[in-house]
């Protein structure tokens, strides 16, 4: 399995961003109200995958790696690994949802109370969502079997 590639992320987040850029410039008025906790909805899991991946990292730096007790079962951290590559993919197109939202909002914030009161929630959800994806990249990169020694040159 290959590391998640920045650019897909980046690539999630323009997609999203702009597909909600047009859709809250059509729809804006339909909207119900953004509090600070519907944006702020993404940090558990993002505490909860960056203490796993410390979890898995000393794990895997003590070597106890195996199926016994207090070790690191090896299907244990391919799970990890999904759960890290599926939480980069939701993060990054969540940050372009929360991004084209307050890209349209930002210039309407003097005109529209609504726009000015959606803002703190919208922020909230945009970083909430970068340390969403930061999380799932930690824990991916946790998540790398340790390199092998190289192989010593046999002595006679």
Known sequence: MRPTRVLDLLANLLVAAGAAWVGTRMAYSTFPPISVFAGASLYPVAVLEGVLGLLIRNRIGDERIGP???????????RAVALAKAS???G???????????????????SMHSASSDTPGAVTGLIAAVALV????WLEYCC???SEPPDEAATS
């Open 134 to 137: 930061a999380a799932a990249l």
């Open 68 to 78: 016994g007790p207090k070790q690191l079962h090896p299907i244990t951290a391919a």
């Open 92 to 110: 990054s197109l969540a940050a372009g949802v929360w991004l084209g939202f307050l890209i349209w909002l930002l210039p309407e914030r003097s």
């Open 144 to 146: 790398q079997a340790p």
């Open 88 to 90: 980069a993919q939701v």
